[in-house]
């Protein structure tokens, strides 16, 4: 394709210098970031206006030069002329499509030509609407640097989104019909899409004015979104009722839903069946009346994870808050133990830190039972963060919390999302240690003087751990439990198979009727059930080992048998903070 | 040990020896029901208005040492097909106070129905009853409990307010457990 002969094209139709590029099929970043002096590429050596003359005038230049390609098109009877005429409201300019056959050349030749009667009230691009005309970016730049002065991202790098007017699609729509039509064997998929555009140019400026780097969204996680309205929109995409009518006469059954008629969605439908001499009997092109606006922007950081493994020490203590009827039953829980050094770390509202915490953990112990040995995994996701925590950080947020002497976290780290599937795996895959404090509270048939005190010999002590109920190796006890009364009311009624892989029981010399158990247990066990048997819903339970009536007085998890926080690939790149305005 | 388990509770503390049903349910009783003298049942609340049926130790069930069938088939509804659905204990059999859940068939051939005293929703039946019946007369208040039934919260905490309790109903059996 002759790029020249497209540029000028482009120009003589009322597109900007970026949009030009765009239609080209430019994909080179720099070309956008400056491209005003890209563009000499495609001028002839003998242009009488050369661009560096006229370097912060560039919406003017671009703007005269398409009404100089206007008025050589116009003296061809071209479509493109069409538009010009009623841009300034001729409306006896009647399509003519295909009437004369204008090649590059001619349009070259005449480029030189001024047409008098041609004169745009504003140089806004047709196809853009000015979404990337520099001219229009200042108050972009300040609204996102407003928002983010006060948000404070310490992130130094940012991704950029841009909400462009739907009209812009109906104007690339025309642009691209009218390249079709003068250069048949242009493709239009060769167009590069605004928001790439936009990225590129405006991105980049806007960089420099918040003093952060622009970087893909794929890997920056500050994403910086623009939202620019064009006032006409409504009016324009009125067009594509008579481009359309099909369409929108099922879509405008729904009468109520007038605004709400042109999505992305239906516009881009009702633009696939459009032809330029549609579009153009409609004035698709028309020059805009007004410029797209900058309405708003929106700046939001991804949410970052942090892992780590909680000792829970007390046996009066939830993982989560417990409330009951709207209040609370134990004044304080793991999780807030944890958030509370958080939310000062990061400055959040102590209100605020519900919203933006969130605690995931692998499984969940009692109230009453403590967690000891490496803890239990968990992980926390924090959302729209200002910054990751700096290791010397996690480090005082660790002690904080395990200065209150109920949590002990010993260390903390940042992971990705994807390494929170291990954790919910592991919560139900995982095998469980436990410590068990028993009490025997029944003679067995072979304690001879059944009128003596209780006491646990090593007899019993011995049938408990040859004790086994399968022929698996893995496994020692299967057990049938049914759910826990305790959790019946919420939970469905299930018999469930879980298995105690491993079980030692021991004396405890100085409290004769107590003994100790250590054993590991497949996810899911219910421990307790097992130990009382919970009425004969749990079996078998402890009491078929010991051949005497058993309850559990306390209980410890030993360790959850799950490598966490993850083994470390490449840790994420240490964030420096920016450089200080000013 | 660190941390060793022993010394994380208190043994002196008798709390911590209360049976599995003392920890987590509060004892109710229903005396003479359809006015037949000791035709007593217990209740067992738990805090989560789950409610264990019973036989009270008062029942004159237990003055009779003869052998016993239990019979779960009341009418045309057998009770041991009882079957409750996902969380919201779906399909399961409804229950007013005076509704049987079970027969005991004396070998004499005379029985007695335990009526199980409060509205609510069948969960489960004690099926160790069907091939152990003799539970019900050893652990009548803990593995020879009958059925498992919930309520709402509402009638759950009425039904519990104006039945005696565990004080109350000794004072009326007068007599020691
Ligand atoms: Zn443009």
């Known amino acids: 394709m002759d790029q020249k002969a497209i540029y000028k094209f482009c120009k003589s139709l009322g597109c900007c210098e970026a949009c030009c590029l765009r239609y080209i099929g430019i994909k080179h970043p720099n070309a956008y970031e400056n491209s005003k002096n890209y563009v000499t590429k495609f001028r002839e050596e003998n242009d009488l206006e050369p661009i ?13 030069t398409s009404e100089k390609n206007g008025a050589s098109i116009s003296s061809n009877v071209r479509n493109s002329d069409e538009i010009c005429d009623k841009s300034i409201d001729t409306k006896e300019s009647i399509t003519n499509k295909g009437s004369t056959e204008v090649d590059t050349a001619v349009l070259d030749s005449n480029d030189s030509v001024s047409p008098p009667h041609k004169k745009r009230k504003l140089n806004v691009c047709v196809s853009c609407l000015g979404v990337l005309q520099e001219d229009n970016w200042q108050e972009c730049y300040q609204m996102v640097k407003e928002i983010l002065d006060k948000k404070g991202y310490e992130c130094n790098t940012f991704a950029c989104a841009l909400s462009a007017p739907i009209a812009t699609l109906l104007r690339e729509k025309a642009v691209t019909l009218h390249l079709v039509d003068e250069f048949p064997q242009y493709d239009a998929k060769v167009l590069t899409p605004l928001k790439e555009a936009w990225k590129w140019s405006f991105g980049v400026k806007l960089g420099a004015y918040i003093n952060k780097i622009l970087d893909s969204g794929a890997i920056s996680p500050l994403l910086i979104t623009v939202n620019i309205d064009y006032v006409d929109e409504l009016q324009e995409l009125e067009i594509l009722k008579t481009v359309s009518p099909q369409l929108f006469a099922e879509r405008s059954k729904q009468k109520r839903r007038f605004v709400t008629e042109f999505t992305r969605r239906s516009v881009e439908q009702a633009l696939e069946l459009a032809t330029l001499w549609s579009l153009s009997a409609a004035d698709a092109l028309r020059a805009p009346h007004s410029r797209a606006a900058c309405v708003g922007a929106a700046c939001a950081h991804a949410p970052i994870f942090l892992a780590g493994r909680y000792i829970k020490l007390s046996r009066n203590l939830p993982q989560s808050p417990w409330i009951l009827e709207g209040r609370r039953v134990l004044p304080s829980s793991v999780q807030e133990i944890i958030f509370g050094p958080l939310t000062k770390c990061y400055k959040f509202d102590p209100e605020d830190a519900d919203r933006r915490f969130k605690f995931i953990a692998a499984g969940r112990e009692d109230v009453d039972v403590r967690c000891l040995g490496d803890g239990r995994p968990f992980a926390i996701e924090i959302s ?86 399968t022929t698996s190796k893995e496994v020692k006890i299967a057990l049938q439990q049914k759910t826990p009364i305790r959790v019946l009311h919420r939970r469905p009624l299930l018999t469930r198979s879980r298995d105690i892989l491993e079980l030692t029981a021991t004396l405890i010399p100085e409290h004769p009727q107590l003994f100790a158990l250590r054993l590991r247990t497949s996810a899911g066990t219910y421990v307790k059930e097992w130990a009382h048997g919970e009425l004969g819903r749990s079996a078998p339970a402890l009491a078929a080992a010991l051949r005497a009536r058993a309850d559990l007085l306390a209980l410890d998890v030993r360790a959850v048998h799950l490598a966490w926080p993850p083994a470390r690939r490449a840790p994420p790149a240490p964030r420096a903070p920016p450089p200080t305005t000013s | 040990m660190e941390y060793n388990i022993l010394d994380s509770i208190d043994l002196n503390d008798k709390s911590i020896y209360k049976s599995f049903t003392d920890r987590y349910f509060s004892k109710r009783y229903i005396l003479n029901v359809d006015g037949i003298e000791n035709n007593d049942i217990m209740l067992m ?131 020691s457990i």
């Not at chain 1, 912060?56 to 703007?63: G, P, R």
């Not at chain 2, 593995?143 to 309520?151: E, K, N, P, R, T």
């Open chain 2, 45 to 175: 609340f738990h805090s989560n208005r789950i409610t264990l049926l019973c036989l009270a130790p008062s029942h004159f069930f237990f003055k009779n040492p003869d052998k016993y069938n239990l019979n779960f088939t009341i009418g045309k509804v057998d009770r041991l097909s009882n079957l409750v659905k996902g969380k919201g204990k779906k399909g399961g059999q409804m229950l007013t106070p005076k509704s049987t859940i079970c027969k005991v068939e004396w070998n004499d051939g005379t029985s007695f129905d335990i009526p199980c005293g409060m509205k609510g929703t069948l969960i489960e039946i004690n099926e160790n009853l069907v091939n152990n019946p003799e539970i019900l007369r050893e652990q009548p208040d803990s593995d020879g409990f009958i059925a498992i039934m919930l309520s709402s919260i509402a009638n759950s905490e009425a039904t519990k307010n104006e039945l005696l309790n565990h004080e109350e109903y000794l004072k009326r059996v007068n007599c």
């Open chain 1, 384 to 469: 729209d963060p200002t910054r990751q925590l700096t290791a010397e950080e996690m480090k005082e947020v660790c002690e904080e919390i395990s200065n209150g002497g109920e949590v002990i976290v010993k260390e903390m780290s940042p992971i990705s999302k994807e390494d929170l599937v291990q954790l919910k795996k592991g919560e139900e895959t995982k095998s469980k240690t436990y410590e068990a404090l028993c009490i025997k509270l029944s003679h067995s048939k072979f304690d001879e003087d059944h009128n003596a005190p209780i006491r646990v010999t090593q007899e019993d002590i011995d049938r408990i751990n040859s004790y086994t109920n």
């Open chain 1, 52 to 64: 560096s003359t006229d370097k912060n005038m560039t919406i003017d230049v671009s703007a005269h």
